[in-house]
């Protein structure tokens, strides 16, 4: 199982980033989907899920509204378009397979005038 995050960087706040991640080694259209993040600091949370059916489900009620995940099954890959960023979501991101012991290396977000 690979997990390759990408997309991250440097960014203002209110601007935007799309994160993907590129996956292989297992059937991708067969699990949800899961994008994390962690601070530096903090535990590891997760930030939104997508299912298999494209439902959509999102863990942190601040990115409700900013934060887009979504899928493409015919590339095996998952993404995150993450709009009107804030100091506060400066963290790492990772992309995970839900039931998958799995983890990439993560992409680093970093919001900062």
């Known amino acids: 199982v690979q997990l390759v995050e990408s997309g991250g960087g440097l960014v203002q706040p209110g601007g935007s980033l799309t994160l993907s991640c590129a996956t292989s080694g297992f059937l991708f259209s067969g699990y949800e989907m899961r994008w994390y993040r962690q601070a530096p600091g903090k535990e590891r949370e997760s930030v939104a899920t997508?299912?298999?059916?494209?439902?959509?489900?999102f863990h942190l009620a601040g990115v409700k509204g900013r934060f887009t995940i979504s899928r493409d099954n015919d590339k095996n890959a998952l993404y995150l378009q993450m709009n009107n960023l804030t100091p506060e979501d400066t963290a790492v991101y990772y992309c995970?397979?839900?039931?998958?012991?799995?983890w990439g290396q993560g992409t680093q977000v970093t919001v900062s005038s």
């Open positions: 997508i299912r298999q059916t494209g439902h959509v489900s």
């Open positions: 995970s397979a839900v039931g998958l012991p799995d």
